[in-house]
Structure formats: C-alpha cells, structure tokens
Nanobody, 126 residues
Framework: QVQLVESGGGLVQAGGSLRLSCSAS????????MGWFRQAPGKEREFVAA????????RYADFVKGRVTISIDNAKNTVYLQMNSLKPEDTAVYYC???????????????????WGQGTQVTVSS
C-alpha cells in the first residue's frame, strides 16, 4: 500500500510559477512510475506528466511541454512538479498518482494508476 500526499498548490497570477510536491509513505515507490494528473471543474481528469522510479524517463502532455518539469527524489520519497508560465487554463485540482507499470510511455491514463493522493488546488488568475 502506498499513501500519497500532495502539497504546494495555491493562487498564482498568470505567468507565475508553482512547485507541487507529492510525499509517499507506506511501501517505497522505488519501482513505481509516478504521475501527475489534473481535473478542472466539469472536465475529465487528464494526464499532465509522469516519471519513472529513477527519474531517467519522463513523459509530458503536449499542453504542458516546455512549461512543466517532473522530477523524483527517492531519498525523500517525493515527486515534484515544477510549473512555470502558468495560464488561467491550468486552474485545476492536481493529483499525484503511483503506477505499478514501469514503462512511463504506458502510464498516461488514469486507469493505469493504482494509488492516488487527495489532490491540491491550483488557481491561476488572469
């Protein structure tokens, strides 16, 4: 069992930056693929980014490429999502998730993830 807790959300102006953190407890996630998803009101949950257990492989949704960086610190059992040049359309609840899949390219849908955090709100004002 893996427990995930997100933090770092908040209110930021357009063009600003935020760094989200996801702390894991329970079983170590050293062999999991870790992902970030987001869900805006009235919309489906969508994939944002994923990273494999050693940080050597990453995957990004097209709408965040060049603006977002996902990273992992196994020593701290923490995965990060650095978001820059934020836009109002980035407003959503952001969720951290862990997948038993080891191929990052295969872990881009919510159904491929086994554990979820409670989410953290990101609001970008125009």
């Amino acid at each position: 069992q893996v427990q995930l807790v997100e933090s770092g959300g908040g209110l930021v102006q357009a063009g600003g930056s935020l760094r989200l953190s996801c702390s894991a407890s329970g079983r170590t996630f050293s062999t999991y693929t870790m992902g970030w998803f987001r869900q805006a009101p009235g919309k489906e949950r969508e994939f944002v980014a994923a990273v494999n257990w050693n940080g050597g492989s990453t995957r990004y949704a097209d709408f965040v490429k060049g603006r977002v960086t996902i990273s992992i610190d196994n020593a701290k059992n923490t995965v990060y999502l650095q978001m820059n040049s934020l836009k109002p359309e980035d407003t959503a609840v952001y969720y951290c998730a862990a997948s038993r899949l080891r191929i990052v390219a295969a872990a881009t849908t919510s159904s491929t993830y086994d554990y979820w955090g409670q989410g953290t709100q990101v609001t970008v004002s125009s």
